[in-house]
């Protein structure tokens, strides 16, 4: 595992780095909410974020969006205490997700959080 950075940004902004095993269980959203643990909750309001990807090539990088923006409950918020994985998803106002295929990762998955606070258009 990385260890997840707390950047300074404007507006406020979080990047980490995680690397995971199997998308499909709850141990790979675990991984990702525990390395977040520490990482400064975004203000109130529209979120522009981007994942970025490294995965082996037996992983079907499609796979693993869904769970990984589930587990971004420290930074989003989430919907009720007491539902880890349904963060404040209807926050994010621009979503990038970008991958590259690295064939020394196997079936690991390596991410990288980008999360700032947006400003909508007027």
Do not use: C
């Amino acid at each position: 595992m990385g260890d997840v950075r707390q950047a300074k940004g404007r507006g406020g902004s979080a990047e980490g780095t995680a690397a995971a095993g199997e998308s499909e269980s709850s141990a790979f959203k675990e991984q990702i909410n525990d390395q977040l643990a520490h990482a400064i909750p975004l203000p109130d309001g529209p979120v522009r974020l981007r994942i970025s990807y490294r995965v082996g090539p037996r992983r079907s990088w499609p796979n693993v969006w869904k769970p990984t923006i589930d587990a971004l409950g420290h930074l989003l918020g989430r919907t009720s205490p007491d539902r880890p994985w349904h963060p404040h998803d209807g926050r994010i106002t621009e979503l990038g997700l970008h991958a590259r295929t690295e064939p020394e990762l196997g079936n690991d998955t390596a991410i990288k959080i980008t999360a700032q606070s947006a400003t909508l258009p007027t």
